[in-house]
């Protein structure tokens, strides 16, 4: 059964700090692994997906990786805003369902 | 990009009601939507998949007949949360994927907040 965990669980830095939040899961037998943003109280925003072919992403000041044999994404997070403050989560796709696995999330504040 | 909404955004009932949630694609046909459910600070945990015009596929633990869902069409999928009590209280997501395979990428809503008293 695939688990998801992403480490740490929360975060708090100063505005302007590059940051990088990790995600690591059991099976790496996956299709693809997406990272979404989820603001309080809010649904879910997808930031970037990652096919498993792929190594990396990269969307404005975000860039996430993906290595795949050692069960590890990455989120980076460059030059960090108060308005990046909320809960990032990774979602894992095995090859063969169409089911998403969601990591336990890291809640992530941006402070002035 | 692909729009998912979800109505109502939150909802407060009375312990022995049903309620019912609906998801709808707004600009592509849905072919596969799913239902999750997410507790306080706590991650999301898939109840259902769906294909539209048959019977939803639930995950182990999931009661069918308390979770009622239909996806009768390529647009929309409701939730009916029947006879509800309060430790059903929680955040419904929904999602849907255009593939037949179901391995399109999903597009989320953006929740229902259902409080049972």
């Known amino acids: 059964k695939q688990e998801v965990t992403q480490i740490p669980a929360a975060l708090s830095v100063p505005e302007g700090e590059n940051l990088v939040l990790n995600c690591s899961f059991t099976?790496?037998?996956?299709?693809?692994l997406q990272w979404f943003r989820q603001d309080p109280g809010k649904g879910l925003t997808s930031l970037l997906l990652i096919q498993s072919s792929q190594r990396e992403q990269t969307s404005g000041r975000l860039n996430a990786s993906l290595d795949k044999s050692s069960g590890r994404s990455t989120l980076y997070i460059a030059a960090s805003q108060p308005g990046d403050s909320a809960t990032y989560l990774c979602?894992?796709?095995?090859?063969?369902?169409?089911?998403?696995?969601f990591g336990t999330g890291t809640r992530l504040q941006v402070t002035l | 990009g692909a729009v998912v909404s979800q109505h109502p955004s939150w909802v407060i009932c009375k312990s022995g009601t049903s309620v019912k949630i609906e998801c709808r694609s707004l600009?592509?046909?849905?072919?596969?939507m799913f239902w999750y459910r997410q507790f306080p600070k706590q991650s999301l945990m898939l109840m259902a998949t769906s294909n539209e015009g048959s019977k939803a596929t639930y995950e182990q633990g999931v009661e069918k007949d308390k979770f009622l869902i239909n996806h009768a069409s390529l647009t929309l999928s409701t939730l009916t949360v029947t006879s509800a009590h309060p430790e059903d209280s929680s955040f419904y997501i929904c999602s849907a994927s255009e593939g037949t395979g179901g391995l399109d990428e999903q597009f989320f809503g953006p929740g229902t907040r259902l409080t049972v008293l």
């Open positions: 979602a894992v796709r095995p090859g063969t369902a169409s089911k998403l696995t």
């Open positions: 099976d790496s037998a996956i299709y693809n």
């Open positions: 600009d592509f046909q849905a072919t596969t």
